[in-house]
Structure formats: C-alpha cells, structure tokens
C-alpha cells in the first residue's frame, strides 16, 4: 500500500532503532513501478521510489510539465502499490534544486508524495539551511519527511552534476540538522552518482559513524542517505548501514539491469522482427506473439524485480514492513 508521509517517517525510525537500511529507487515507468512494487512486497519489505526532475519532466511528454509529471507517477505508485498488503512504498523528490521549490510545495500540498529532498548542497552553508528550513516548515504541515544534503556527491545523476566530491564535515552536519530540523540527510563520504569500478571510490565508511554518534550524542539522531551507491560491494553497504545509514539510493543498477535484459531478449529473439538470410523475402514473416512489447519489456519488469528482491536482502529490511 501507499505510504503517506507520518508512516514513511515510522519505517525510518524502525530502520534506525533495528539497523536495517531502506532502499530508494529511481522509477520512471509504470514497468519500473511494477517491478519494483512486486519485488518489495514479495519480500515484505517497505520501500520508497524515488522521481527526478528528469524523469517527471520525461512522465510528462515533451511539454515537461512536471506537476503533470508527477501527478502521473504518483498516481501509478498509488494505484499499483493499493493491491499489496505485504509491503508499504512512499513516494520521493530526488535532488530538487532550490529553482524546483515551487514543484516541491506543489507535490507536498496535492499529497502527492510522501517525503522531499531539497538539494541546495551547491549553495553557501547559510542559503542551504535557509532554503532547506523553508521546505522543512512547508512539509511538517502534511506531515512529509524531508532530506537535505550537505557536501557534494561527485558524479552525474540527471540533472545533478559534480566533478568535485566534498566530504560531509561531521561538525557542519550537526549545524545543518540542528537548524533545519530535518528528518534525513545525504552525506557525502566518497559514493559516486553514475557508473563507477571500485577502485575509484575512495569511500570513508567510518565517516558516516562519526556524524551519527555526534547527532545522537547531541540529541538530534537523523537518518543519514547514502547516494550514488549502485558501485558499492555488498559489505559496504552493510558496513554503512551498521554505521547509521538507513536510505540507500539505488537507480543506475535498474537502469542496467533493464537494458541488459532487453539486449538479451533481442539477441535470441533478433529473427522475430529481422530476416535472417538463410530465409526468403516470400518466406519470412515477422513474430508477433515475439515482438509485443509486453513480452520484451516483460522481460525488463521482471530484471528490476530480481534486483530489488536481493537488494533488500542486502539492506536487511525483509520482513521488516510496518504493515505486519
Ligand atoms: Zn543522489
């Protein structure tokens, strides 16, 4: 079922009192949806999908209206999440820019999502936590979960884009979510946005450790996000997730998956809509019952399932759903 934001803020209290992590994933599609909705309730685990600017813009068509974008994305969640009773999924604003304020108040007060995250990381401290209380004011009216984001996360994302990479100074976290008062924050730790091997990451784990006791030490314990973590080994993301990280954003790895299913597909499948040339032109007739997209983009839905199901593995959250 559809997570409205006071029971997405309950799964990540539970996420950090039992230390497990939820995953976040970047949806665009109604297939996506679908996977990924299947995957978490078939391992009843509660779930949040996440929208980009990019990604409303494109739900939309080439007007790029975003509210229409977002109307549309949310009602699929709704709609599709409605038949499940194993698993709850929120709905999420990943990295809006502060020149998406107007888009974040629109999707807080028409209840289409259930938390926010206001990315102003590029700006000066002082115009982040300016900008960021502001969302935070407007989303404790409805009860939204709002994240922030302090230091840059290098790599691109849609529109996010940062050759630096800037690590989260734990001192500036406190600052951060003592004056904000928000429910999540990104840190930046050395997780790259896109593709990555290993050996660039440059990862410092222990650092999310350290911002966490000093919040908890300080009475503000937060959910920290961990970003860009579709390169990260399973132990890894285990090892964050023990050092007080109960987000993890996961969307490169769908896109993979899917393409690599799709690419799959057509390699056997090349003859239902090519001619091989040991066949005649009198002879060949393309497949129908092959090329209907429901079978290959079928096969694509069913790749984001499979990896959603051994995400969650990873993360800890099966049986964990607030709804059992
Ligand atoms: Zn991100």
Known sequence: MFLQGEDLRKVFLKAKKERFGIIASNVVFDSTIRGLIEGYNSKKSDGLLQMSSGAVKFASGNLKNMNVGAELISSMIKIISSQYKNSGVGL???????????????????????????????????DNVKVTKEVVE?????????EGEIGYIKGNEDEIVSNDELYTKPEEALEFVKKTGVDLFAASVGTNHGVTKGSQVVLNLDLIKEIDTLLIKNNVETGIVLHGASGLTAQQQITAIQNGVVKINKDTRYQMEMAEAVQKYWEINKDAIVRPNDVSLEDYIPEKKRFDPRKWLGTAEKSVQEAIESLVEISGSVNKSILL
């Open 92 to 126: 999420h604003i990943d990295h809006a820019t502060p020149n998406y304020f107007d888009f974040i108040v629109y999707c807080i007060e028409n209840g289409l999502v259930s938390s926010v995250m206001i990315d102003a990381s590029k700006e000066k401290f002082e």
């Open 138 to 146: 407007v989303a404790r009216k409805y009860g939204v979960v709002v």
